[in-house]
């Protein structure tokens, strides 16, 4: 699980911005906070996109939004995932083994990519992996067990949690975060006073 977390500490200042106004002080911070988290959901799944094979769309499905109330002035954004299978991620080739007329596999090896940028890398398992078909029809990389009484054994990558905490990325979502937060209270004290 990996979680940025948006509060704020004190509501005094947005009271003297808001002046006269001032009872509309935990509205101004709970529609702040709440924008803000939405925000960071999509920074999270963006930055996580950038640097693994994997969609934003994949990354969105596993953060869930706390959102701030008028008696909680907090709100969150936190990711829990278990490890994705590796199939889902670059796979080469992406097909089941065949083999040719001499009896020999092919490929000899499957290459994944979990990460973008750096060339796809041989499946260094042994017994070999294989990409196989399940009767639910879900495709995934295995390799074969001796050691248990289920005959495969599905390859797994990192979690989408493990992904935005090995990127480094949190720093700098978090900061975001902050950045955010205060230009939508900005925002938030402006449109009251103006509208009165």
Same mark, same amino acid.
């Given at each position: 699980?990996?979680?940025?977390?948006?509060?704020?500490?004190?509501?005094? *200042? @947005?009271?003297?911005?808001? $002046?006269?106004? %001032?009872?509309?002080?935990? #509205? @101004?911070? @709970?529609?702040?906070?709440?924008?803000?988290?939405?925000?960071?959901?999509?920074?999270?799944?963006?930055?996580?996109?950038?640097?693994?094979?994997?969609? !934003?769309?994949?990354?969105?499905?596993?953060?869930?939004? #706390?959102?701030?109330?008028?008696?909680?002035?907090? $709100?969150?954004?936190? !990711?829990?995932? #278990?490890?994705?299978?590796?199939?889902?991620?670059?796979? !080469?080739?992406?097909?089941?083994?065949?083999?040719?007329?001499?009896?020999?596999? !092919?490929?000899?090896?499957?290459? @994944?990519?979990?990460?973008?940028?750096?060339? %796809?890398?041989?499946?260094?398992?042994?017994?070999?992996?294989?990409?196989?078909?399940?009767?639910?029809?879900?495709?995934?990389?295995?390799?074969?067990?001796?050691? #248990? %009484?289920?005959?495969?054994?599905?390859?797994? $990558?990192?979690?989408?949690?493990?992904?935005?905490?090995?990127?480094?990325?949190?720093?700098?979502?978090?900061?975001?975060?902050? %950045?955010?937060?205060?230009?939508?209270?900005?925002? *938030?004290? *402006?449109?009251?006073?103006?509208?009165?």
């Amino acid at each position: 699980m990996i979680e940025t977390r948006i509060e704020v500490d004190s509501i005094e *200042e @947005v009271r003297k911005r808001l $002046g006269s106004l %001032s009872h509309k002080a935990p #509205s @101004v911070l @709970v529609n702040a906070i709440n924008r803000t988290t939405t925000n960071i959901k999509k920074t999270m799944a963006q930055e996580t996109a950038k640097r693994y094979n994997i969609t !934003s769309g994949e990354v969105k499905k596993t953060i869930t939004i #706390s959102r701030a109330t008028r008696a909680r002035l907090q $709100g969150a954004a936190v !990711s829990k995932a #278990s490890p994705i299978a590796l199939a889902k991620f670059k796979v !080469s080739p992406n097909r089941k083994v065949t083999y040719t007329s001499k009896g020999k596999p !092919s490929p000899k090896a499957y290459k @994944v990519s979990v990460e973008k940028g750096p060339a %796809s890398k041989p499946l260094d398992v042994d017994p070999k992996a294989f990409i196989a078909v399940m009767k639910s029809g879900h495709q995934g990389l295995f390799r074969r067990k001796t050691d #248990s %009484s289920l005959p495969i054994k599905q390859l797994f $990558g990192p979690s989408v949690p493990q992904m935005i905490k090995n990127d480094g990325s949190m720093e700098r979502i978090q900061a975001e975060a902050e %950045s955010t937060l205060q230009k939508r209270i900005d925002a *938030e004290i *402006e449109n009251i006073l103006r509208r009165g």
